[in-house]
């Protein structure tokens, strides 16, 4: 069965050759729907471009037609961002997939949007940070977040999705440095050090304009080329591992171990996250088993630098506990740490731990979120999830430093069955709006997030964003719906 | 959105509604990866979707979610689906790749969805038909008659077989019919290690290419047939040098679902399988064999899908040729469980010739890479489909499976 009409096919098997264009249902369906609760909807043709004259010429097209063009990779965002809520043209950029440059001396890579987490793990790992040919460690990295290895790079980084060194560096979206752009208009933008040079080290000190294209999710652009930052790899890593009896003892030491700015990562998660698989349905928890589990993965260029870190910990938990945080010594299973360290992961990317056999649904409610709003929402959330019969599979990470956080609840949900869909819905939603006053933002929000955020949002913080919006896209084509405002 | 089984005149693919509800719509499956310690391992290990690219071709993900579409109505049978379904070589790379529920059950929920669309209307593909129009009476997928399958045996080593044995070499249809000299190479070979085996004279077609295609019914009497051979020939194994045999009477006739098809047609008790690289592996180990000669060449080996994937035999052939004088073995980048498939299995090779040969260049212009002068393997089919490529792109490599290389240069200590 095909959708679509004949003529728009034609055109745009004439822009990418026949082989990469269809409007038959059984290559759009795997289109329709992502692993959330978001309604699925059917695109009326799928394109892979190639080139950045080929995105261009598509989008001519779109605006000429008036048809919505949805960016894509993988569709792993968990926020429903890739479906496409009113139809049209699914623009899967997955056959640009180069990794253009890898800058070994000024620590920098550009990539296209179809480059893997396994590719560009793989590439930087082979890469050795250098100057002049002298060559000073073994190995780059970038944030490697908890998704599978097939996901974008460039769209996770573009999302603001998270990586392993937040707690050092912040998340992945801070660690950009140039970039190229499709405007929904068509004409091709460079923003960032690569407008002027073909270097692609840094966006300041210029204007920020990537924040146009940062945040999005795919309304405002394609962004064609990223220039990111890259990181030598430490050859010294440890995970420390504590319990809590509670929400707010797991967050008191979070916030006083985050103060010295130590690690690469903090990160606590409530007992029904610490469960392989998270329990579906709800289930109590035993009462002796502490209500929080804590990692943090330290690193250092020496081992000494590594035990100055491990000694420091142990002061923050001892200085901890003197004041009555209760705080229970527990370590994590070997395979838990290397799950931390063996990053990008198979297994936890895998959403095996999030999913398994309850019927392959997953969404959250989340992310950024002070640290302050963890316990008191951690408790909200916990009524919220139970009386829905979820578990409160619930997660803290710090973001570098004391400013913002994660705050989140990972949820597994019963596809097979309409009843545990809504139950899902309906609590994330709930918890949104619950969270929205106490200053959580979810991110990659599906369109249920996206009108929760729109009403309690500042009226001129609205007209803004729907003036740029209307700027950059006169015709409404990119990705339409998922902002809520157009 | 809840994806509902509405549509249950799909039987065999609802009875695995289940299961492929747990596909969460990852992509783990999409692309081959694993951390290590000083590399990290990625490539494209999906032929399908290296060659088609829509999501629906990529890994077992779009394959599932055109079961689900199915199987909730909110899909259509159509000649696309079909062209979907049949592509696939059923390597499973993606099954490899898969951390999810679904992970068993992701070449059987193919096979069923194969199995499904003979019962639509809709274009399965012609070359896939027309041997499937003649198994019954020819009792091989080659359109060749049945009275010759013994063919590539010389009368003077048929007439020396013994009438019981140990062991039943099970030569396959694509030894039998075209790859003759490996079939001949492992009867040499195993006389010279004075193996006691014998060579049916009612062998018919595994049934690999009957149940990769998802035809049951017709399967059923060529499992039946085969399964009464070795109380015939007093015999307690089979030995094969075909890894698709290996897979299917190892597995498939052996076996419980999702693995095996035991659910269907009984299980074959008491019956050893063995491919004859394992064979040799142990006689190797036991110091039986001794070598009387070299086979001086850099030598790349391929893990046919099989074998390798399949059933997760991925050393004893590495072992052996270590084990040879004079090899130098060299690996390819996708190697053992992230192999990259010859293009032939699942159908394919039949069904869609320029794709598969498409696919077995790729992996040439690979071996070549590696700088080895020999390309081989332990499957006929694989050799058909790599010589090929070897062929239609002038590669300078020589295609030779194992036992070609090990028969004239050992005998039993």
């Known amino acids: ?486 | 959105m809840a994806l509902e089984l509405k549509n249950t005149s799909l039987k065999e693919l609802a009875k695995l509604y289940d299961y492929i509800s747990m596909c969460t719509h990852c992509g783990n499956c999409k692309y081959g990866y694993e951390w290590g310690k000083t590399g990290n391992f990625a490539a494209m290990l999906c032929v399908q979707g290296d060659k088609y690219n829509f999501d629906s071709y990529r890994g077992s993900r779009g394959k599932a979610a055109i079961a689900k579409g199915l199987l909730s109505n909110k899909l259509q049978w159509s000649d696309a689906v079909s062209h979907v379904l049949f592509t696939c070589t059923g390597c499973g790379a993606c099954q490899q790749m898969c951390e999810t529920d679904i992970k068993p059950y992701i070449l059987r929920m193919f096979e069923a969805l194969r199995s499904e669309a003979w019962k639509q209307n809709v274009a399965i593909p012609e070359g896939i038909k027309k041997w499937s129009s003649t198994i019954g009476v020819n009792r091989n997928p080659y359109l060749e008659k049945h009275e010759n399958r013994l063919d590539w045996l010389p009368s003077s080593i048929r007439s020396s077989l013994p009438k019981k044995a140990e062991y039943i070499y099970f030569a396959g249809c694509t030894a039998s019919y075209r790859q003759k000299s490996v079939a001949l190479a492992t009867v040499k070979l195993l006389q010279k290690l004075k193996v006691d085996f014998t060579v049916s004279e009612d062998e018919w077609c595994c049934a690999s290419p009957l149940l990769r295609t998802g035809q049951y019914d017709l399967a059923k009497e060529f499992v039946e047939h085969n399964k009464e051979l070795p109380e015939k020939y007093g015999a307690s194994g089979f030995i094969t040098t075909c890894a698709g045999c290996y897979r299917t009477l190892s597995r498939d006739y052996k076996m419980d679902p999702p693995e095996g098809y035991i659910d269907k047609f009984g299980k074959m008790e008491n019956v050893k399988v063995v491919h004859t690289i394992q064979l040799i592996e142990e006689m190797l180990n036991k110091g039986e064999i001794e070598f009387t000669g070299s086979f001086n060449s850099t030598v790349t080996y391929h893990d046919p899908c099989h074998l390798g994937r399949h059933a997760e035999v991925y050393e004893a052939p590495r072992n052996v040729l270590k084990a040879i004088p004079g090899v130098n073995l060299v690996e390819m980048y996708r190697n053992r469980k992230f192999s990259f498939c010859c293009g032939a299995g699942g159908g394919v090779r039949g069904g869609f010739a320029d794709y598969s040969l498409e696919t077995s260049a790729k992996r040439v212009r690979e071996a070549e890479s590696t700088g080895a002068s020999v390309l081989t393997s332990t499957c006929p089919f694989c050799w058909r489909n790599l010589t090929d490529a070897i062929e239609m792109t002038k590669s300078p490599l020589k295609m030779v499976d194992i036992v070609e290389i090990l028969e004239p240069i050992v005998k039993r200590k």
């Open chain 1, 1 to 486: 069965m095909a959708r679509g009409n004949k003529e728009i096919l034609a055109k745009l098997e004439q822009i990418v050759g026949p082989e990469y264009v269809s409007n038959e249902e059984a290559n759009l369906i795997p289109y329709s729907w992502d692993l959330t609760w978001a309604e699925p909807r059917m695109p009326d043709y799928v394109v892979m471009p190639k080139t950045v004259t080929e995105i261009q010429r598509i989008l001519r097209l779109a605006n000429h037609q008036k048809i919505p063009v949805i960016p894509y990779v993988n569709a792993t965002n968990i926020g429903g961002l890739c479906v496409p809520e009113e139809g049209g043209i699914i623009m899967d950029l997955k056959r640009m997939d180069q990794i253009i440059k890898i800058d070994p001396e000024t620590c920098y890579a550009v990539i296209e949007p179809g480059v893997s987490h396994a590719q560009l793990s793989a590439a930087l790992k082979a890469t050795n940070p250098q100057w002049e040919g002298v060559e000073f460690s073994k190995g780059f990295e970038f944030g490697w977040g908890v998704h599978p290895a097939s996901a974008s790079v460039l769209a996770m980084a573009i999302n603001h999705g998270i990586g392993h060194l937040n707690g050092r560096l912040g998340i992945n979206s801070q660690l950009l440095s140039s970039m190229e752009v499709v405007l929904p208009t068509a004409e091709v933008v460079k923003i960032g050090s690569c407008a002027y040079s073909d270097s692609w080290h840094s966006f300041l000190p210029l204007p920020r304009m990537d924040g146009l294209f940062t945040g999005w999710m795919g309304t405002t652009g394609i962004v064609t080329k990223l220039g990111l930052w890259i990181f030598p790899i430490r050859p010294y890593r440890d995970v420390l591992t504590i319990a809590a009896a509670s929400a707010k003892d797991i967050t008191k030491y979070m916030v006083h171990w985050r103060h010295y700015s130590l690690c690469d990562e903090v990160t606590a998660v409530s007992w029904w996250l610490a469960q392989i698989p998270i329990t579906f349905p709800y289930k109590d928890k035993p009462k002796d088993a502490p209500e929080f589990f804590s990692y943090t993965v330290i690193s250092g260029w020496t081992e000494e630098e590594l035990e100055y870190k491990r000694k420091m910990w142990k002061k923050v938990v001892q200085e901890e506990k003197a004041r009555g945080t209760q705080l229970i010594d527990f370590e994590y299973p070997e395979e838990a740490k290397r799950g931390r360290t063996e990053l990008p992961s198979r297994i936890v990317g895998s959403t095996k731990n999030y999913s398994k056999s309850c019927g392959g649904g997953l969404a959250w409610p989340g992310t950024f979120a002070p640290c302050k709003s963890w316990p008191i929402l951690y408790e909200k959330w916990k009524e919220i999830y139970i009386r829905h019969g979820l578990s409160p599979a619930t997660r803290f990470t710090d973001y570098q430093g004391a400013h913002y956080g994660m705050l989140r609840c990972m949820t597994p949900f019963d596809k097979r069955n309409p009843e545990s869909v809504k139950a899902a819905r309906d609590a994330m939603v709930e918890c949104v709006r619950a969270g929205i006053p106490l200053g959580m933002l979810p991110y990659k929000p599906p369109v249920e997030y996206m009108n929760e955020l729109n009403a309690a949002a500042d009226a001129g913080y609205v007209y803004l964003m729907t003036k740029i919006k209307d700027m950059l896209d006169p015709n409404n084509i990119m990705n339409p719906g998922k902002l809520g405002v157009r």
